[in-house]
T-cell receptor
């Protein structure tokens, strides 16, 4: 079994462009999380899915950020009209358990987004 | 407010020396705490969780509710322990800023 995969691994965007970041979780994992990690900081929670339902999007920094997981498997994080402050590593993690339980989260390698 | 604080950005020790990476938390309920580690060019992975009370790679961490701490300890550091360590809280994971552990030969 492959782990969590993310694509692209690196993305350079011009300010104002829209970007889409993809996450393929471990097959069968119920929970999927997105985190944003700025340089020199710990990951910060963005949003959480339980299957296809987005149960928590409290960490999304603005309405330019949008995430979906339509079939309860692959997820896409979309950022519209990118700004320089969006430059960060975006991490995806999945878990076989629902959020709030004691399950381990399995992380992908991240997508490094640079906005020029 | 829920918060995790790791006061040291960098901890540098010699091989064989004891290591303690500090973590303090703020949480109103019953905390669930984890230590995650990221080795160079690898992805973030779970090191240990407080509920398991286990020792992984010689590391242990004890939850101290009185001091709201979950410090990570190892009696004798090895060079391969050099990595970034993050303390994290609860289900959707609230991370500290991380501590880089550098073990010198």
């Amino acid at each position: 079994g492959a782990g969590v995969s993310q694509s692209p691994r690196y993305k350079v965007a011009k300010r104002g462009q829209d970007v889409a970041l993809r996450c393929d979780p471990i097959s069968g994992h119920v929970s999927l999380f997105w985190y944003q990690q700025a340089l020199g900081q710990g990951p910060e929670f963005l949003t959480y899915f339980q299957n296809e339902a987005q149960l928590d999007k409290s960490g999304l920094p603005s309405d330019r950020f949008f995430a979906e997981r339509p079939e309860g498997s692959v997820s896409t994080l979309k950022i519209q009209r990118t700004q320089q402050e969006d430059s960060a590593v975006y991490l995806c993690a999945s878990s076989p358990r629902v959020s709030g339980s004691q399950g381990e989260q399995f992380f992908g390698p991240g997508t490094r987004l640079t906005v020029l | 407010a829920q918060r995790v604080t790791q006061p040291e950005k960098l901890l540098s020790v010699f091989k064989g020396a004891p290591v303690e990476l500090k973590c303090n938390y703020s949480y109103s309920g019953s905390p669930e705490l984890f230590w995650y580690v990221q080795y160079s060019r690898q992805r973030l992975q779970l090191l240990l969780r407080h509920i398991s009370r286990e020792s992984i790679k010689g590391f242990t961490a004890d939850l101290n509710k009185g001091e709201t701490s979950f410090h990570l300890k190892k009696p004798f550091a090895q060079e391969e322990d050099s990595a970034m360590y993050y303390c994290a809280l609860k289900g959707k994971l609230i991370f500290g800023q991380g501590t880089t552990l550098q073990v010198k030969p």
